[in-house]
């Protein structure tokens, strides 16, 4: 597969647009995980049909769904309710625009290991996106990485969850670069399940979304374990603005990262 994505800037798309024709790459929308979007349909329509001012097919695109104070898996049926609401109009939005898949976090909170917790956020979790891949078949569901501090939750999860088609796993692999263990560990436990990824440097201690080769994150090593654990993934360089996903993708087709 090993498609490239960038996320198009609302206020610059003609140069967002003649990014993807100079690299094939495909677009990931990230205007619609904010509460005022999602509460305000008429400004949803209004994102929508700006962006098909510029595109007729939205197949290849992916978009980043609800995840700010998003947890399905809380003991509150309040926060569980409004959760899940988010989530389904994020749904929504992927299944009307005929979006490729729609990425969502964990959710977990790091650094919090009690036995009960993970064991609940499980279940909660294998319960509802079997539940939500099952309502819209055509749409992928990717989980990332963000707060957790191990790969073995989410591989977890994933492994429960094999036999749901639409269901995978987006690494991000700047957020497990800051989580002080080998890269390793991410990618050989996560392969089997990874069908996206994000990407961008960083000081390996802060998520600081800089352009791919500007900080710390050994890139050779990305690409030598993408390749030798077998990843076949589509790959979201996720920085923001024409010069930072220019500088991004010349630096990896430079130094032969993957996919290139």
């Known amino acids: 597969m090993g498609q490239i994505y960038i996320i198009p800037d609302r206020q610059d798309t003609a140069r967002s647009v003649s990014l993807i024709k100079e690299y094939d790459a495909a677009f990931e929308y990230n ?6 979007v999602l509460d305000d349909r008429r400004k949803q329509e209004e994102i929508i049909e700006h962006y098909a001012g510029y595109r007729t097919d939205f197949s290849k695109d992916t978009m980043h769904g609800a995840f700010l104070d998003t947890y399905i898996h809380s003991e509150d049926s309040l926060i569980r309710q409004v959760s899940e609401q988010r989530i389904r109009q994020s749904m929504e939005i992927a299944k009307r ?40 078949p055509g749409q992928q569901i990717f989980m990332e990485n963000m707060f957790d501090d191990a790969p073995d939750e989410l591989a977890g999860l994933a492994e429960s969850m094999s036999v749901v088609d639409n269901f995978g796993i987006c690494l991000d692999y700047a957020h497990g670069a800051v989580k002080n263990r080998p890269m390793e560990e991410w990618v050989k436990a996560l392969a089997p399940y990874i069908r996206h990824m994000h990407i961008n440097d960083n000081d390996l201690q802060n998520d600081l979304h800089l352009p791919v080769g500007d900080g710390s994150i050994d890139w050779k090593e990305f690409d030598v374990l993408i390749r030798r654990y077998g990843i076949d993934s589509t790959v979201l360089v996720e920085v923001k603005g024409y010069e930072a996903q220019k500088k991004s993708l010349d630096y990896m087709r430079k130094h032969h990262v993957y996919p290139f």
């Open 31 to 36: 205007d619609f995980w904010k509460p005022e």
């Open 97 to 136: 625009m005929g979006l490729r898949g729609i990425i969502f976090h964990t959710g977990l909170l790091g650094g919090f290991r009690v036995a009960y917790y993970l064991k609940h956020w499980k279940e909660e979790n294998v319960r509802f996106f079997t539940e939500l891949a099952g309502e819209y």
